[in-house]
């Protein structure tokens, strides 16, 4: 449940559970930008994680992502000791790439998708979509607990607690439907030959 005070009407706590609902609708669109349909793209590597002096880090962070041609990635990898663990990173990602060290440059070639690959990657694609689902049911699920809350509290009459009720139902519906469009998109991209 978040901090601070309850929102005594019905229009702040439907803001804070669009906005709440809006972020995971927008994770669910990077982390679908990260899913490869063939092109290479610098956003296909955002997700990577490298381990960089003691922590984990967003490969952003230790290097420039760079799409020199249609079907190959460069990492300007910025401290020469990081070039192996950016290579490590990328190799162990899941994203079934196999790059290549040269110099302070780590080479990112895009293979053609196979019907196999395509598979996996439409099963994240449905993967990063349930996450997605579950985050906005934890978000109605808070925002049910503040609605009770008033209840018990007296701010709000019982009638008055089922119609927010029903409003916030109406609002997870409508992101969970949206959720579900993005996914079937990107779920016809990756099949699509």
Partial sequence: MQEGPVPADL???KQDLTRRMDGALETLRKDHSGLRTGRASPALLEPVRVEAYGTVTPLTQVGTIAVPEARMITVQVWDRSLV????AAIRDSGLGLNPGADGQIVRVPIPQLT???RAELAKA?????ENARIAVRGVRRDGMEQIKALEKKSEISKDEAEDWSTDVQK???SFVKRID??????EREIRQV
């Fill in 125 to 129: 694609a449905s993967r990063y979509a």
């Fill in 115 to 117: 019907a196999e690959r």
């Fill in 181 to 186: 469009e993005v996914s079937a998109e990107k």
């Fill in 171 to 173: 609002l997870t519906d």
């Fill in 11 to 13: 229009n702040a706590l």
């Fill in 84 to 87: 192996n663990a950016v290579v």
